[in-house]
């Protein structure tokens, strides 16, 4: 079973970056879909971000188009989230997902533990 963990999560004051990074085991990573997902306090869990296992194609949530970049090292068995632009209303904790099919927007399969992103204004 494909286990991920996610790190990069922090505190950041409005107009900031960071950058998350998500760590698949296994050997077949390449043959995932992966993405990013967020839940706000309070709501639910929503896509955020998806790449092809190949990286050629991405999608994204209309809200961060612009600001954030999803992207994947298959030699590492990683992926990664480059968050611009920072607006209070992307605090969430982030989790990196998994998929077995590539979707716009993808569906997550199996998922990390999370990490907080907070922004302040």
């Known amino acids: 079973q494909v286990q991920l963990v996610e790190s990069g999560g922090g505190l950041v004051q409005a107009g900031g970056s960071l950058k998350l990074s998500c760590v698949a085991s296994?050997?077949?990573?390449?043959?995932?879909?992966m993405g990013w997902f967020r839940q706000p306090p309070g709501k639910e869990r929503v896509f955020v971000a998806g790449?092809?296992?190949?990286?050629?194609?991405?999608y994204y949530l209309n809200s961060v188009k612009g600001r954030f970049t999803i992207s994947r090292d298959n030699a590492k068995n990683t992926v990664y989230l480059q968050m611009n632009s920072l607006k209070p209303e992307d605090t969430a904790v982030y989790y990196c997902?998994?998929?077995?099919?590539?979707?716009?927007?993808?569906?997550?399969?199996?998922w990390g533990q999370g990490t907080q992103v907070t922004v302040s204004s």
């Open positions: 997902g998994g998929s077995y099919y590539y979707t716009e927007p993808l569906r997550g399969d199996y």
């Open positions: 296994g050997r077949t990573f390449s043959s995932y879909a």
């Open positions: 790449i092809t296992g190949s990286g050629g194609r991405t």
